[in-house]
């Protein structure tokens, strides 16, 4: 059993810059593929990056590309998501997720690949 603890939400301005981070208990960390995902009012959850056990690759949406970093520190159990040049379309509740893997890997688009969720951190970026 994972449990996912998100930090680090909140409100900014249209241009500045958030970092999230999600810690994570347990002693196999470096085993589980970790996602960011985000929800906005009446849509669907929609995924935004991810890392692979050990964090030498990462994958991002479309969206997000060239203004999010995904990171993480196995030694601290944690996943950060540095969110620069934000935009009011980046509103959203933001979510890390976990999925055990044996591959350095990150193939894991969809929401329904993970298996453990935080409980959400809100951003919001005004105009």
């Known amino acids: 059993q994972v449990q996912l603890v998100e930090s680090g939400g909140g409100l900014v301005q249209a241009g500045g810059s958030l970092r999230l981070s999600c810690t994570a208990s347990?002693?196999?960390?470096?085993?589980?593929?970790m996602g960011w995902f985000r929800q906005a009012p009446g849509k669907e959850r929609e995924f935004v990056t991810a890392?692979?056990?050990?964090?030498?690759?990462?994958d991002y949406a479309d969206s997000v590309k060239g203004r999010f970093t995904n990171s993480r520190d196995n030694a601290k159990n944690t996943v950060y998501l540095q969110m620069n040049s934000l935009k009011p379309e980046d509103t959203a509740v933001y979510y890390c997720?976990?999925?055990?893997?044996?591959?350095?890997?990150?193939?894991?688009?969809?929401?329904?690949?993970?298996?453990?969720w935080g409980q959400g951190t809100q951003v919001t970026v005004s105009s």
């Open positions: 997720a976990a999925r055990i893997t044996p591959y350095e890997a990150t193939w894991f688009w969809s929401p329904r690949e993970y298996v453990y």
């Open positions: 347990g002693r196999t960390f470096s085993s589980y593929a």
């Open positions: 890392i692979s056990r050990s964090g030498i690759i990462t």
